[in-house]
């Protein structure tokens, strides 16, 4: 691995950028290295290992039982990047994907990115994009206030930096990595209160078809494991129906709504999780073709058998592709780099498709009994779309539930496009990122219609904010000076 | 508000300010997780309500950890590395063009 940490030292183009060093990322850069791809690894966080594997290099967590062997493993898939001869520039922020100018008949890329306060454009001929999944945005009541966290920032805050919760905490939402949180923050010291499950009972009846395969799936056992061990120690509670964060300028409790029941508990932190989707804005910026996915609930971009997107040149690997955990993800990054290797002339169709068996077998094994998963834990439609006109659902711009359903239905607003002329959600700093799902869901509820219907966000480079400074100091190309004159 | 695990592998301190209060962080964690573990309940206030938020994702993507650091306003404190002697402080609503050169 060649560690860039300065924008300088970038070169004018490479073969390959890969963008994201989760598992996805880190396997795709490593498989094109030792293929002799010329590849560039980059990746906003400082350490590689991306959310799931977060800090596996440096964390300061000691006790190995805390994080679990599963995140252990993160190690592996590092050290195999570092081991490569890729090219690596960590705390570097990707902002733009457009076409190459200095390639006159196409097929090449001008991207631009941000490290340390300066930005550049480079050239990059193959693009895999391996940004992975975010949580999906649970908004109710109070959800801005501090002391209101994801679950996963709580993991990520463990990983990282070895801090858990002071105080009384409080989990709640729906799916397995509810269950591994609650383990893995009770394992390093927490005091959780309550760990609060907003599953559907009805999904129940909806997964079941799906169990058989599930009964034969590497997730069975694990997940009986964590569920076993967290139900065993700590106070659950199931059948939630509502939840609104309360307190003034902090949280002060949550109340939480069963059946026709209402209770309150006092807690000083509130972890919300609601699953995860894949985060779309990088890839839906660059022009890629997305559907929306019925069974995972969540838009997802049109990807070919070797994960090539509508663009040609662009693939998408990893949970970012459709979610399928850390293992589909490292799997999905090497077909990609295959994929990658061979339409950059380092291999012929039959070699690629030689080497890609045995990896698309381990994929299928590795995402048997997912739709189970994904049946069993699709969130309540009160969660999707909520119920409160109150409830912040852009937190950036502060735009209400109450106001998207009037903006629909009383004004006739049917798309988040037009939705975002009205009342600017979707146009602060997080770009739609934490309201663009329950935009699109309300619109869809309130008209009658499907959020496949309805649509997404059209999004805009820079995907990432930059600063005026850095594109003023950007190094002119020929090609830049010679648009200005013209 | 957070606290360190009992056997966390102790990291350099490094000295740092929060709106001009002197504290301190260890050297590995970002500019949130440091002002977390500092208990440090919020980070900014909003520019449409001015109601106070606090650190809500720690991966990049709410923008709600937005901070003030050495000057410059608009930083997503979860993805900055703290470092020695930073000067750190609540981002009141927008950015403001006197804090470009703070």
Known sequence: ?486 | MFRSMRDAKAGARLSFTFDGRPLTGREGDTVTASLLANGVTACRETPVSGVPRAPYCLMGVCFDCLVVIDGIGNRQGCLVPLREGMRIETQHGRRQPEEVYG
């Open chain 1, 1 to 486: 691995m060649k560690a860039v940490t300065a924008i300088d030292q970038l070169a004018e183009s490479y073969d390959l950028v890969v963008v994201g060093a989760g598992p996805a990322g880190l396997s795709a850069a490593a498989r094109a290295a030792e293929l002799g791809v010329n590849v560039l690894l980059v990746d906003e966080n400082p350490a590689p290992g991306g959310q799931i594997y977060r800090a596996v290099t440096m964390t300061p967590v000691t006790d190995r039982n805390v994080l679990g062997t599963d995140y252990w493993r993160g190690a592996e898939i590092v050290a195999r990047f570092e081991r490569s001869q890729a090219s690596y520039a960590g705390s570097c922020t990707l902002w733009s994907i457009g076409p190459d100018a200095a390639v006159p008949e196409g097929g090449g890329f001008e991207i631009g990115l941000s490290l340390d306060g300066r930005a550049r454009l480079i050239g990059a001929r193959q693009l895999i994009l391996a940004t992975g999944a975010q949580e999906r945005p649970f908004p109710i009541p109070g959800w801005t206030l501090p002391g209101v966290m994801t679950a996963g920032a709580a993991q990520i805050a463990l990983k990282s930096a070895a801090i858990v919760p002071a105080g009384r905490t409080v989990i709640a939402g729906c799916g397995p990595l509810l269950y591994l949180l609650a383990g893995q923050l009770a394992a390093a010291g927490a005091e959780i209160v309550a760990v609060l499950d907003t599953t559907p009972r009805s999904n129940w009846l909806k997964a079941a078809a799906a169990l058989p395969n599930f009964l034969r799936s590497p997730y069975l056992a694990k997940g009986l494991r964590l569920m076993a061990k967290a139900r065993r120690s700590l106070r659950f509670v199931g059948g939630v129906t509502g939840l609104a964060a309360e307190g003034a300028g902090k949280l002060a409790a949550v109340r939480v709504e069963r059946g026709g029941s209402i209770t309150t508990i006092a807690c000083d932190t509130l972890l919300l999780h609601q699953g995860v989707i894949p985060g779309v804005n990088l890839s839906n910026a660059a022009g890629c073709a997305h559907d929306f996915d019925t069974v995972q609930h969540c838009w997802v971009p049109r990807l070919d058998d070797w994960l090539t997107s509508s663009v040609p040149g662009i693939a998408v690997a990893g949970d970012g592709a459709g979610i399928g955990g850390a293992e589909s993800a490292a799997l999905r990054g090497e077909v990609a780099a295959l994929s990658a290797a061979h339409r950059l002339g380092r291999f012929d169709a039959r070699e690629r498709d030689r080497e890609a068996e045995p990896l698309r077998a381990k994929l299928v094994r590795a995402l048997h009994g997912r739709r189970f998963l994904d049946l069993l834990y699709r969130p309540a439609p009160q969660f999707l779309a909520p119920r409160q006109d109150e409830t912040i659902i852009c937190r950036c711009e502060e735009v209400t539930a109450g106001q998207v359903r009037d903006t629909a239905t009383r004004l006739g607003v049917t798309g988040p496009n037009q939705m975002k002329a009205f009342l600017r959600c979707g146009m602060g700093p997080c770009q739609g990122r934490l309201c663009g799902p329950t935009v699109v869901e309300l619109i869809a509820e309130a008209n009658g219609t499907t959020p496949a219907e309805v649509g997404y966000y059209r999004l805009r480079p820079p995907v990432k904010p930059v600063t005026l400074a850095e594109l003023a100091a950007l190094p002119q190309s020929e090609a830049a000076v010679k648009a200005v004159v013209r």
